[in-house]
């Protein structure tokens, strides 16, 4: 939703849902839960190797977390008022959903390589 629109009553209408409050939440779990999840998944690695193999889904995941990290902390020049930073922000998180579709597709042959090699 567009807050910054001329129209004041409009801009009242959407400042009681607080859009602004709620995104900034959701972005705080998804970059907690993104940290996590990657400090889960490179130590479950490392103790089932016993070394950290090097493969295009562990790059991808360390530049997610570098992206993720550069658009938090583009905030605070986002809020005043920069319209550079609300692009930059915008286009960063435009990356990470390209990337995360890239790590949904890579992490599926990561399991489907794991369940082919205990069968046998």
Known sequence: MQTRTPDTQIRE?????????????IGRLVLALMVLGSLVGITVEYFSNDKLLINPH??????????????????????????????????????????????????MQLINEIKESHLI
Not at 13 to 25: D, I, M, P, T, V
Not at 59 to 73: D, P, Q, R, Y
Not at 80 to 104: D, E, F, G, P, Y
């Open 13 to 25: 209408l959407l400042s009681k849902e607080r859009f602004n409050k709620r995104h900034f939440q």
């Open 58 to 107: 562990l790059t991808v995941g360390i530049n997610m977390i570098i992206i993720v990290l550069l658009s938090v902390a583009i905030i605070p020049f986002m809020q005043k008022v920069s319209l550079l930073a609300r692009r930059a922000h915008a286009s960063l998180n435009m990356i990470m959903m390209t990337l995360s579709l890239w790590q949904v597709l890579t992490g």
